[in-house]
């Protein structure tokens, strides 16, 4: 079965800073996505960024960009210029095509001013 | 694009009754929607899977005559909470995977704002 990791349940990022959460994951699949989602206060999920893993380039949205090392089932995400809107948590999650999401436990991200 | 709605985003019943909650796809057809349960300061479970015009498929531990799934159509999907009891409080949230060629592509989920259940 697939598993997702988010070895880091807290992090803090001064304002205007960059930070980087960790995300690893196990599977034998050659296809599939993977995600970032963040879930600030109001609970509502967010999708923050998504990459396909047959591509090599890394994805980037604005401030938010990922180091994606398929070899090393490895899937961070960077955010840069840190805004204390930033502050949520931020989970990865994976998907093989057609399949249901497998989320990891979350990194609650705080931002500090 | 790709927006779910929720309602009611809190309810407070008594134990015993029975509550109803609706998620809608607003601008984009969902073959598939899924329903999680999320406890404070932890990650999203899966409930079920639901497809349009098909029974839910329930994860393993999952009471299927407790939560009952119903997916109507390609733009809502109906989470029943029967007889609820205190233990049933929780955050629960829909999400919606899109039909091929409409925004985001199949294989990303939209999320619904949750509701917060509590029983009394």
């Known amino acids: 079965a697939q598993t997702v990791t988010q070895s880091q349940p807290e992090m803090s990022v001064q304002e205007a800073e960059t930070v980087t959460l960790s995300c690893t994951y196990d599977?034998?699949?050659?296809?599939?996505?993977l995600f970032w989602y963040k879930q600030p206060p109001s609970r509502q999920m967010i999708l923050v960024i998504r990459q396909e893993a047959y591509k090599q380039q890394n994805a980037t949205e604005n401030r938010f960009s990922v180091n994606f090392q398929k070899a090393a089932k490895s899937f961070s995400l960077k955010i840069s210029d840190s805004q204390l809107g930033d502050a949520a948590m931020y989970f990865c999650?994976?998907?093989?095509?057609?399949?249901?999401?497998?989320f990891g436990a979350g990194t609650i991200l705080r931002v500090k001013s | 694009g790709a927006v779910v709605s929720q309602h009611p985003s809190r309810v407070i019943c008594k134990s015993g009754t029975s509550v109803k909650i609706e998620c809608r796809s607003l601008?984009?057809?969902?073959?598939?929607m899924f329903w999680y349960r999320q406890f404070p300061k932890q990650s999203l479970m899966l409930m079920a899977t639901?497809?349009?015009?098909?029974?839910?498929?329930?994860e393993q531990g999952v009471e299927k005559d407790k939560f009952l799934i119903n997916h109507a159509s390609l733009t809502l999907s109906t989470l029943t909470v029967t007889s609820a009891h205190p233990e049933d409080s929780s955050f629960y949230i829909c999400s919606a995977g899109a039909v091929p060629g409409t925004s985001g592509g199949w294989d990303t989920q939209y999320f619904g704002p949750g509701t917060r259940l509590t029983v009394l």
């Open positions: 599977t034998s699949e050659s296809d599939y996505y």
């Open positions: 999650a994976y998907r093989k095509y057609g399949n249901k999401l497998v």
């Open positions: 601008d984009f057809q969902a073959t598939t």
């Open positions: 639901s497809n349009e015009g098909s029974k839910a498929t329930y």
